[in-house]
């Protein structure tokens, strides 16, 4: 017999199964503090319909300098505790663009995305000094620049021309669902939509930390607001 009762809501899922940019991994820095956590976030990532992660630990200098080392013994800590049917977990980095960046960049230690795609970002007080050069200098290495979060940089809000600048140069854009969500405040609500009225979005990623993320997301996923907004949606997440 037909009952509206007995149908379990269907949860609702992400509009691709890679995700790019996420703090997963236990201990390294402002995510996941240990590994149960990061058990709990896998586990949601999945319920997304996330069956790729390509996780994103900080180098910031001075507070996370995170290097293959840590960021790698961090992983396999976590590998360990991973169920068979975990979503695939590879690591990268978000890469602040500071002089200990510039180091790795000298030193060939960066650790790429798939395809030699690199997440970097501003410092959220003020942007890198150099930026447009840095992206001309990256590409000329073979690196695909992707921008964390340009929707996030409030000191960019009044002169928009650089994102549009920035994307004549061909370094690509990766919006936060957090932001869309209204997560982070209604001003970077309202850029983060008028990226994606534009055309500016070739990447939406988690940037995922902890469990509060992990609710405000789901509900978003829930929303109507949501329905609307992937079917402006031209992503690129698969190419990773
Ligand atoms: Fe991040």
């Known amino acids: 017999m037909f009952s509206i009762f007995s149908k379990k809501a269907k949860q609702a899922t992400m509009p691709y199964t890679t995700d790019l940019h996420s703090h997963i991994l236990p201990g390294i820095d402002d995510g996941s503090q240990n590994v149960e956590t990061s ?8 319920q997304w319909g996330i069956t790729k992660i390509v ?11 995170n290097t293959q080392e840590t960021i790698e013994a ?11 049917d975990a ?5 990268s980095a978000e890469y602040r663009m500071d002089e200990n960046f510039m180091k790795h960049l000298k030193n060939n230690t960066l650790i790429p995305l798939p395809n030699n795609y690199l997440l970097i970002e501003n410092s959220f007080v003020q942007p890198f000094w150099d930026l447009k050069n840095l992206i001309f200098e990256l590409q000329l290495k073979g690196f695909k620049p992707i921008l964390a979060h340009p929707e996030r940089y409030t000191y960019y809000y009044e002169q928009k021309r650089i ?3 920035l994307i004549h ?18 001003d970077t609500k309202a850029i983060a939509h008028w990226m994606i009225d ?6 939406m990623g988690t940037d995922l930390h902890n469990m509060h993320h992990a609710e405000a ?20 997440n698969e190419l990773l």
């Open 169 to 186: 140069l061909g370094c690509l854009f990766q919006i936060n669902w957090l932001s869309i969500a209204g997560y982070y405040g209604k």
């Open 217 to 236: 997301i789901t509900e978003y996923l829930n929303s109507k607001d949501y329905q609307k907004v992937i079917r402006k949606l031209n992503l690129k």
């Open 74 to 84: 961090a992983y396999n800590e976590l590998k360990t505790h991973l169920s068979n």
């Open 55 to 65: 996780t994103t630990p900080h180098v910031t200098e001075e507070t996370f300098e």
């Open 39 to 46: 058990l709990k976030l896998v586990d949601q990532m999945q």
């Open 163 to 165: 994102y549009t600048d």
């Open 87 to 91: 979503p695939e977990i590879i690591f």
């Open 198 to 203: 534009n055309g500016y979005v070739d990447f």
